[in-house]
């Protein structure tokens, strides 16, 4: 792993209500490293995001990114981070062109350098065809695409997407991968996904998250099967689920 | 500051982009401008014989404008929820509040930009209003310290609908929700003025704490500070709650 690190957060914890989403988890990105996020369905893979983007705030522990403090400084600290939802944020109503030059006007770039941005964003994430088009008009795909592209344009040092193919079709993911491996070779990436092969195929890293807590962090090149893994941890103190798997072991995800 | 430019000038530009804003434009003229017709015919078929030989008569300042202005208020009470609640509201249902929320600016400049944008479209349709006064010049001669004083005290009452709405619509998530609370918020502050004139209960704090009594000073033509601070501070109240608001979504989730 590089020297250099981007995210350090650490023991952060977050309760809505008596709910505990997420529990001391701790978390490193390096420079060029692609860490995949994985968990079932309300593990805490979106919470940790937010709180990562400065989006909710956490119960307790701290993240600094690039060194500057998230809480303490969450402007600065900001403009190092792009951020993907899980529903990309576009406004329907303007088109691509004038909502990426939007975006990078947020990011306080000049005008001339936010078109400047906007139009490099749109070449990485292949959008010159429908830049003139509104946003609204566009396939799930393309809405996506405009969603990274918003997430990469200020040239962040940290870009955090969840579940970034969701929806898409077989060459749109395959696409979109191409994009996060050549994005993940400047930057650090954090991707969110519930999807092992995914993972496989872009991540370096895993951290696989349980019920809020990390259950396994390592490097995907020391791992034999994601897969076994995967159920081994999370379904380990659920047996009905163990049952379940046990007795259908052609588990196709 | 800069933020807040970049934020209120797309704002404006969105409500252009839709058919939102020239709706509203197109219908407040037409029916303004039938209100106008009609006040001037009655001015000049009936109130001008009488007042000829007068001195010190009510001019066409007093009668026609003033009724003129205060139709755009009455009419504006309606229209100012469906302007407001798409300002967060509805960007809280299109998930697009979290490309604000992560980029490098601050909630306040998040808030404000917002407001100034609906100022902005606020200002253009009282100058199309005031229009309609200014082409009297054509015939005759305005009283302008009155014409003034109707133009200001409009823009503020509209102003305080704003802001008033810009907080409800943060509340919520849903417009419909945002667009009816602030309609019966408007119309409470409005009945809070009749009942404070109504014979057996009038009530000074009742007609000092609406929105309306302070308008109805500016038509009258005086311009009294205390009108002016009111209308600050209700402004500067409501702005501060919609901040509030939204900082403490990153709190609570």
Known sequence: MNSESLIEAVALSRFFGAHCAVEKINLQLGRGEVLGLLGPNGAGKSTTMQMLTGNLAPGSGEIKVNGIDLLDEPRKAKCHIGYLPEQPPVYRDMSVNEYLRYCARLHSLEWREAITAADEAKERCNLQEVQHRLIGNLSKGFQQRVGIAQAILHKPAVIILDEPTVGLDPIQIREIRALIRELGEEHGIILSTHILPEVQAVCDRVQILNRGRTVFNDKLGAVESLENIFFELVYQDDPAVVVSVAAEPEVSV | ?253
């Open chain 2, 1 to 253: 500051m800069n933020a807040i430019m970049v934020i209120a000038r797309t704002e404006f530009r969105r409500m252009f982009s839709s058919p939102l804003a020239w709706s509203l434009l197109a219908m407040m003229q037409f029916i303004l401008a039938w209100i106008f017709l009609l006040g001037l015919s009655e001015y000049l078929e009936r109130v001008q014989p009488q007042v000829a030989m007068m001195e010190n008569a009510p001019g066409i300042t007093d009668l026609v404008v003033s009724s003129l202005y205060l139709w755009a208020g009455l009419l504006m009470l309606a229209m100012m929820p469906l302007l407001t609640m798409r300002l967060l509201a509805e960007e809280r249902m299109n998930r697009t509040l979290v490309l604000l929320t992560t980029a490098p600016v601050s909630v306040s400049q998040i808030v404000l930009g917002k407001y100034l944008g609906l100022l902005l479209l606020i200002a253009v349709m009282v100058m199309m209003l005031t229009l309609m006064p200014l082409s009297l010049m054509l015939g005759t001669s305005l009283d302008w310290g009155k014409l003034a004083a109707a133009v200001l005290g409009l823009f503020l009452l509209l102003a305080s609908f704003a802001a008033a709405g810009l907080f409800l619509s943060s509340l919520t998530r849903q417009p419909i929700i945002a667009a009816i609370s602030t309609f019966g918020l408007l119309i409470f502050l409005m009945v809070l003025y009749i009942s404070g004139n109504s014979q057996g209960s009038a009530s000074e704090l009742f007609i000092y704490l609406s929105h309306f009594g302070h308008f109805l000073s500016f038509l009258d033509g005086v311009f009294d500070t205390a009108d002016l601070v009111y209308y600050l501070l209700f402004i500067a109240g409501f702005l501060l709650l919609a901040i509030r608001k939204l900082d403490n979504d990153r709190l609570e989730g």
